[in-house]
Nanobody, 122 residues
Framework: QVQLVESGGGLVQFGGSLRLSCAAS????????MGWFRQAPGKEREFVAA????????YYADSVKGRFTISRDNAKNTMYLQMNTLKPEDTAVYYC???????????????WGQGTQVTVSS
């Protein structure tokens, strides 16, 4: 298992940008594929983006493709989510998660952070 802590959330205006970070504990971060999910009030948690162990492969939900960029720095045990052109419908709690394989399936992720709130005002 790995411990994950998200940061970087906040309040931003429509069209603005934020960068989320996910810091992982331990020296095994590079062994995990990683992902970002989000959950809006009254809705189920949904997939946002995923990245492979090396960072060479990424995958995005259609709703964020072209606006969000997932990346990782294995030397710093940190993953990022650069969010541009934010919309009110992006408002949610954002979670980072770790998996043993490159996947977009929520139940494949075994370790989760506590979440960070992102609010986009119109």
């Amino acid at each position: 298992q790995v411990q994950l802590v998200e940061s970087g959330g906040g309040l931003v205006q429509f069209g603005g940008s934020l960068r989320l970070s996910c810091a992982a504990s331990g020296r095994t971060f590079r062994n995990y594929a990683m992902g970002w999910f989000r959950q809006a009030p009254g809705k189920e948690r949904e997939f946002v983006a995923a990245i492979s162990r090396s960072g060479s492969s990424t995958y995005y939900a259609d709703s964020v493709k072209g606006r969000f960029t997932i990346s990782r720095d294995n030397a710093k045990n940190t993953m990022y989510l650069q969010m541009n052109t934010l919309k009110p419908e992006d408002t949610a709690v954002y979670y980072c998660a770790a998996a043993y394989c490159f996947t977009t399936v929520l139940t494949d992720f075994h370790s989760w952070g506590q979440g960070t709130q992102v609010t986009v005002s119109s």
